[in-house]
């Protein structure tokens, strides 16, 4: 019997992919540090590097620091700026077939409102993920990220102001991030994507200074996935909106789980420094299980998980 | 000229053909990857991937110490952690996942007299550089000067003469070469042939060295280290601090710097 290959889109809203796996904002650049490395035009979508209003210098060196099984990074949003990016970015980006996700972040409601409105009105952007979540920035996301009622406010100012597609990127260090997710959907956020890093700390303990000159820094890689997985479930069982699943996924099994908890797709972030070809593994590793299980797309698969 | 900034890079799997002491506490790799080898520039360094497992997670990075017939690339190493010790591990005929070549290297100028000043293992990228300038004819016009803790720890020194290089050496103890510090032994030199400087080692040696090359307004390049997640210029976690207070990658940027440009 002959087998038709196994479907592997996915649509987030208006947003529609091949596959469903995007690179992590941070982890990939903005996109064409990569180039020669992946084939870009194979992913599902780019998320890159979080962007501001004007250029930010970010934080001073030592900027991250490995630990078991895991990556803790203070980078403190060194980014170009709003404007650097449309000029010097996005030509780039423009050139590639698939959709390019802008990951924001302000100081303030205003700065939010500004860059979705700016970015709202050029071409080549397909959608923006609104970080609320950055742990590095004493002024910055975080105070959004934990209060539900501030991540509603966000979330209502970038929707009227952007004629995009919204993600809203949930932050884990919160007690209950249910109550957040479900906030932002009310506040009209398209998707939710989850879990931004765990914050933690690493200390020298011949010199008794921190590791990171931030003191805290954020937490990724395999050592967060079991946390990621476990929010990422809670979350998919209270809203109604798609989830973007992220936090550690190397593989894609890895990947698997996440969608099988209820992700409709998923972010690979920590990986792309380990494995520059992850992201191209892990889109053929799913496919390979669909087949594998006689799935026809992955809508069969999302939130499939037997209780 | 030499110039290491838009060369091809790839992320390739390769055949261990040697990883075998070298010296106390030093490996030396050798890897079989033309691709590499062909479009490598000295300075430049790999990323590779030292195991199989989640820990520790991250590639490390390593010099290009030297490249055989276009075809072979040797790495010198210094075992000090968990990855250079997994890494010791890997057997001749093993495989080995790496990624390269990544950076910016040294930027060779022909003309001058080049003086090459290594510090302990800041040999690794320097023997390439060596390599590079005999193999252009320009041996007669180079210095290399090699600085260490104790005669164990200096490295190289059979191999550079062979090639035909004037080499000198120094040891914080004096078990071998000048006792003392590198910087001392430069000093007369720099006054009299006016060279251009390229330098690898500690960050205190570099620092004397940029210093030195100041005082006497010589052109000076330095190679510098910083932890390094992804060495391709995407996670913006190795920044350095430059004199005019730009954060700047390290991997990308550098790791070779005009030690002028640098704090
Ligand atoms: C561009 C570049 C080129 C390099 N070339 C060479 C080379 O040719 N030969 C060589 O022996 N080494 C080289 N290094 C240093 C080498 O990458 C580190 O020694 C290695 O990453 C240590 O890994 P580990 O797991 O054994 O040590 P870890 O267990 O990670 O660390 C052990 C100790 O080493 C320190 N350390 C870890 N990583 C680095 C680093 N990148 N730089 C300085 N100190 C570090 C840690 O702070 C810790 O104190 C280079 C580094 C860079 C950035
Ligand atoms: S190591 Fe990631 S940007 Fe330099």
């Known amino acids: ?307 | 000229m030499v110039r290491g900034t838009k060369s091809k890079m790839d992320q390739v799997t390769v055949t261990v053909l040697e990883n075998r002491f070298a010296a106390p506490g030093v490996y030396r790799l050798r890897i079989e990857v033309p691709a590499i080898a062909r479009v490598a520039h000295p300075g430049q360094f790999l990323m590779l991937r030292v195991g199989q497992t989640l820990d520790p997670l991250l590639r490390r990075p390593f010099s290009i110490h030297a490249v055989h017939d276009s075809r072979t690339i040797d790495i010198l190493y210094r075992v000090i952690g968990k990855g250079t010790n997994l890494l010791t591990a890997i057997k001749k005929g093993g495989r080995l996942d790496i990624v390269g070549p990544l950076g910016r290297g040294f930027s060779w100028k022909e003309g001058s007299p080049s003086l090459l000043v290594a510090g302990g293992i800041g040999i690794a990228p320097l023997f390439f550089l060596a390599q590079t300038i005999t193999q252009n004819g320009a041996g007669a016009k180079t210095s290399v000067f090699i600085g260490a803790r104790n005669k164990t720890e200096l490295l190289c020194v059979k191999e550079l003469k062979a090639m035909g290089l004037q080499v000198e050496a120094a040891t914080e103890d004096g078990s071998r070469g000048k006792k003392g510090l590198i910087t001392d032994l430069i000093t007369n030199r720099v006054a009299a042939s006016r060279p251009v400087i390229y330098s690898c080692g500690p960050y205190p040696m570099l620092h004397a060295v940029a210093s030195l090359a100041m005082q006497y307004g010589l052109s000076c390049q330095v190679s510098l280290e910083s932890f390094m997640a992804c060495g391709l210029g995407a996670c913006l976690g190795c920044v350095a601090e430059m004199r005019n207070g730009d954060l700047v990658r390290v991997c990308k940027e550098g790791p070779v710097f005009d030690a002028y440009e640098v704090a």
């Open chain 1, 1 to 307: 019997m002959k087998k038709t290959k196994p479907d592997l889109s996915v649509q987030i809203g208006l947003l529609r992919l091949q596959n469903p796996v995007l690179t992590a904002s941070g982890t990939f650049g903005y996109g064409q540090e990569y180039a020669g490395l992946v084939d870009l035009n194979c992913l599902g979508g780019i998320i890159v590097k979080g962007l501001s209003l004007s250029p930010r210098p970010g934080n001073m060196p030592p900027r991250t620091v490995e630990t078991p099984c895991g990556l803790l990074n203070a980078i403190g949003l060194q980014n170009v700026g709003v404007e650097n990016f449309i000029a010097d970015k996005l030509p780039f980006l423009r050139n590639l077939s698939v959709p390019v996700i802008v990951n924001i972040l302000g100081q303030d409601i205003k700065e939010y409102r500004k860059l979705a409105e700016r970015l709202s009105n050029v071409e080549g952007i397909a959608a923006l993920e609104v970080n609320i979540s950055c742990p590095n920035v004493k002024k910055g996301g975080v105070v959004f990220g934990t209060d539900y009622k501030a991540a509603a406010r966000v979330t209502k100012a970038v929707r009227a102001a952007a004629e995009l597609p919204i993600i809203v990127k949930l932050s884990p260090n919160v007690t209950d991030i249910v109550s957040i997710a479900r906030a932002v959907q009310e506040a009209g956020a398209d998707a939710v994507s989850l879990i931004n890093t765990l914050t933690g700390m690493a200390v020298d303990v011949e010199t008794r200074r921190p590791k990171l000159h931030n003191v805290t820094g954020g937490l990724s890689g395999p050592a967060i996935k079991p946390v990621a997985l476990r929010m990422v479930w809670q979350v998919a069982r209270a809203v109604k909106i798609p989830v973007i699943g992220c936090g550690g996924i190397m593989t894609a099994a890895d990947a698997l789980e996440f969608l099988i908890a209820g992700a409709c797709a998923v972010q690979v972030g920590t990986a792309n420094f380990v494995n520059p070809r992850a992201t191209m593994e892990i889109i053929s590793g799913i496919e390979e299980y669909l087949g594998r299980h006689n799935l026809k797309d992955i809508k069969s698969l999302v939130g499939s998980l037997i209780l």
